[in-house]
């Protein structure tokens, strides 16, 4: 009988910053899924990812950005491979064909942050409104150079564009329904794997940051941008159970099978977010710095000039 997670094993799900440790254990989830998965291909644009982070891919620079980090990516990643499972537990079987086009649509989806040698002004955040078709731009060059097959950056585009919160689902061409549900996986873990995040609240301070520096919005500071994600929840649940068709659920049978329990640590992750960020925004904002102390995100984004665009 499978034992119930302890309190460290459950915010160790959370953990994902460190990438070897992260692609450790999403193998061990896939191996779920497929237990004989060729990672050769996964594992190389993995890497590469990485590798634009750090700056050490050819013809960039480090991606800056400090909510869309590489915590952010790897989060979402984690996500993704075990909503996967979820999703291939339920009944419905992936193949590994579909496996692969999904952890490559997460790898890359905020690649676009990043900063070409020579346009390294401001953190990369001015590419907010962009960002999506830059990475698609990206991938469709890395794809060509590595001469993989068009099906590929056909599926993975439509992924990647899914993920794109100013654009509406439901407009996306997908040329299967079948690849419309795997975009479904793929934007549900983008949305569930950031706001679930331990550090989240703390996160959008570097959000109201980068949003500043690509004049996006009108927020007149943190505490207006906090105060209004409550919002933006509301209307996020209805798009996961509404065009994302609730997909989210089945993260559900990836715990039972791992832990022996069939709930939803992330849905519950967010829930507890959430309600603390109301005991946050019920504070005068005075107080808003010394309710958010995580990992001194907050101290961090406080001393952050309004724009590094300039």
């Known amino acids: 009988m499978k034992k119930a997670p302890t309190p460290a094993e459950i915010s160790e799900l959370f953990d994902n910053t460190d990438p070897n440790v992260v692609w450790d254990k999403a193998t061990v989830v896939i191996r779920r899924i497929s237990p004989h998965y060729d990672f050769t291909l996964v594992h190389k644009v993995f890497k590469d990812v990485m590798r634009m982070f750090y700056g050490e891919f050819p013809g960039y620079a480090p991606i800056k950005t400090l909510y869309h980090d590489l915590s952010h990516t790897l ?88 993920t794109e919160h100013f654009r509406p689902f439901a407009q996306i061409d997908f040329a299967t ?51 209004k994600t409550k919002g933006f929840y509301t209307v996020t649940r209805e798009k996961l159970d509404g065009v ?15 832990y022996g329990e069939r709930r939803n640590y992330y849905i519950e992750s967010i829930e507890k977010n959430m309600a603390y960020l109301e005991k946050v925004v019920a504070q005068d904002e005075q107080n808003l710095f010394n309710m958010l102390k995580r990992n001194g995100i907050a101290e961090c984004a406080r001393a952050l000039p309004i724009s590094n665009s300039d």
């Open 75 to 162: 989060e979402v990643f984690m996500c993704g491979v075990r909503l996967m499972h979820g999703v291939h537990r339920s009944g419905d079987k992936l193949s590994d064909e579909e496996v692969t086009l999904m952890m490559l649509a997460i790898l890359m989806h905020d690649i676009g942050y990043a900063q070409r040698r020579g346009e390294e002004c401001g953190t990369g955040a001015q590419f907010t409104q962009t960002h999506v078709q830059r990475g698609v731009e990206f991938m469709e060059n890395y794809f060509g150079e590595r001469m993989l097959p068009s099906g590929i950056l056909v599926d993975v585009k439509g992924m990647i564009l899914g």
């Open 177 to 227: 329904e079948r690849s419309r549900m795997l975009a479904r996986i793929v934007a549900t873990a983008d949305i569930t794997g950031q706001m679930a995040d331990r550090k989240y609240i703390e996160k959008l301070l570097f959000l109201f940051h980068e949003f500043k520096e690509a004049q996006f919005g009108s927020y007149q500071g943190m505490f207006d941008l906090l105060g």
């Open 244 to 258: 994302l068709d609730g997909i989210y659920h089945k993260l559900e049978y990836h715990f039972e099978e791992v």
